[in-house]
């Protein structure tokens, strides 16, 4: 795969010096990247300590792998799949093989949530908490895809290359990923109406 | 159902706009990161002299490997805990000059054997200026 055209940019050169081993060179890298991974880790854990954990866990797991970054997708695209699967070890083996939560367990657990959250945004807090919640319960490999395409803005061919993956591969699992969550959707609004 | 997806697509993207409106740079957790770094690496750098690559391994199970069969290679005794090398026993004595089994041995030889024994055992124990054999008289 053809590296991401990139223009000469210090962001570039910083990534090359902290290849070679510079420590500081990281160090400014990651002063641009901690916002971004930080936002998404507050969505991954819904908790802020644990979600400055799972950053500071996934910068120096970054940092012992930076020389096989190849420059094929954007670097925070790369950071971006080190923070799924940090979360994913942390949430441990038992949690992981943990069966889907059913649609009745989503709604219950994004009522908790909304009742916390504010009401401020365009997007409604309790849509974005039951989004959240659906994707959550995806299994790992279509979250991550919907993940990387949407909240990491990664295209087709970078999330293929951060992913190991090809091209086809990752439109079959996006096909596939949109297509539960959309059922998720539906039965959720159904539960939602026979509530109220 | 294309028209579902877009509208789930445009729900993910919005949800995704409200979580850039998270971001915020924690300089505290930068310095506890950039620290732990760079403890990790002045760490490595001490350590450096074994690391668990998978050619490490590889070649210090292979030599774990020969040594094994080097010393179980067939055809060798099964090392015996105490046995040690010691002077071969002579199965063979020779008689001390002078005694009796000395002398039983070169009679068996022959009276000339005796004879030449005797000899020869008269001349060491006597004192070399005396000519046991030849009288004055």
Same mark, same amino acid.
């Given at each position: 795969?053809?590296?991401?055209?990139?223009?000469?940019?210090?962001?570039?050169?910083?990534? =090359?010096?902290?290849?070679?081993?510079?420590?500081? %060179?990281?160090?400014?890298?990651?002063?641009?990247?901690?916002?971004? /991974?930080?936002?998404?880790?507050?969505?991954?854990?819904?908790?802020?300590?644990? *979600?400055?954990?799972?950053? @500071?866990?996934?910068?120096?797991?970054?940092?012992?792998?930076?020389?096989?970054?190849?420059?094929?997708? @954007? /670097?925070?695209?790369? /950071?971006?799949?080190?923070?799924?699967?940090?979360? =994913?070890? %942390?949430?441990?083996?038992? *949690?992981?093989?943990?069966?889907?939560?059913?649609?009745?367990?989503?709604?219950?657990?994004?009522? &908790?949530?909304?009742?916390?959250?504010?009401?401020?945004?365009?997007? =409604?807090?309790?849509?974005?908490?039951?989004?959240?919640?659906?994707?959550? *319960?995806?299994?790992?490999?279509?979250?991550?895809?919907?993940?990387?395409?949407?909240?990491?803005?990664?295209?087709?061919?970078?999330?293929?290359? *951060?992913?190991?993956?090809?091209?086809?591969?990752?439109?079959? &699992?996006?096909?596939?990923?949109?297509?539960?969550?959309? =059922?998720?959707?539906?039965?959720?609004?159904?539960?939602?109406?026979?509530?109220? | 159902?294309?028209?579902?997806?877009?509208?789930?697509?445009? $729900? $993910?993207?919005?949800?995704?706009?409200? #979580?850039?409106?998270?971001?915020?740079?924690?300089?505290?957790?930068?310095?506890?990161?950039?620290?732990?770094?760079?403890?990790?690496?002045?760490? #490595?750098?001490?350590?450096?002299?074994?690391?668990?690559?998978?050619?490490?391994?590889?070649?210090?199970?292979?030599?774990?490997?020969?040594?094994?069969?080097? #010393?179980?290679?067939?055809?060798?005794?099964?090392?015996?805990?105490?046995?040690?090398?010691?002077?071969e026993i002579a199965l063979v004595v020779d008689p001390a000059?002078?005694?009796?089994l000395a002398?039983?041995q070169?009679?068996?030889?022959?009276?000339?054997? $005796?004879?030449?024994?005797?000899?020869?055992?008269?001349?060491?124990? $006597?004192?070399?200026? #005396?000519?046991?054999?030849?009288?004055?008289?």
């Amino acid at each position: 795969m053809q590296p991401v055209e990139q223009p000469e940019t210090p962001e570039r050169e910083l990534i =090359g010096r902290a290849q070679n081993g510079d420590v500081d %060179a990281f160090s400014i890298l990651m002063e641009g990247f901690q916002p971004r /991974l930080l936002a998404q880790a507050i969505v991954f854990c819904r908790d802020a300590e644990l *979600a400055r954990d799972l950053v @500071q866990e996934t910068m120096i797991a970054a940092w012992k792998s930076l020389k096989r970054f190849d420059g094929t997708c @954007q /670097l925070f695209t790369w /950071l971006y799949v080190i923070l799924q699967r940090q979360h =994913g070890r %942390a949430r441990g083996w038992f *949690a992981r093989r943990l069966p889907s939560p059913t649609a009745e367990q989503i709604l219950a657990g994004s009522r &908790r949530e909304t009742t916390a959250a504010t009401e401020n945004s365009d997007f =409604g807090a309790d849509e974005s908490e039951l989004l959240r919640a659906i994707v959550s *319960a995806l299994p790992p490999k279509h979250r991550e895809v919907i993940r990387l395409r949407f909240y990491a803005d990664a295209s087709e061919a970078e999330t293929a290359s *951060a992913l190991g993956i090809s091209v086809g591969t990752v439109k079959s &699992r996006l096909h596939h990923a949109l297509k539960k969550l959309q =059922g998720m959707r539906e039965k959720l609004n159904l539960l939602r109406s026979e509530d109220h | 159902m294309k028209d579902d997806n877009q509208d789930l697509a445009r $729900l $993910l993207h919005n949800d995704a706009k409200s #979580v850039r409106e998270l971001e915020a740079f924690d300089s505290r957790l930068h310095q506890d990161t950039m620290r732990e770094i760079s403890l990790g690496e002045a760490g #490595v750098n001490r350590e450096r002299w074994f690391t668990w690559s998978p050619l490490n391994v590889s070649v210090t199970a292979a030599m774990a490997v020969m040594a094994c069969v080097w #010393v179980l290679r067939p055809g060798q005794p099964p090392a015996q805990p105490g046995a040690h090398p010691g002077p071969e026993i002579a199965l063979v004595v020779d008689p001390a000059p002078g005694s009796s089994l000395a002398y039983r041995q070169a009679l068996a030889e022959g009276e000339d054997a $005796l004879l030449a024994m005797l000899d020869r055992d008269g001349r060491s124990i $006597l004192p070399r200026s #005396v000519d046991a054999f030849q009288s004055d008289h």
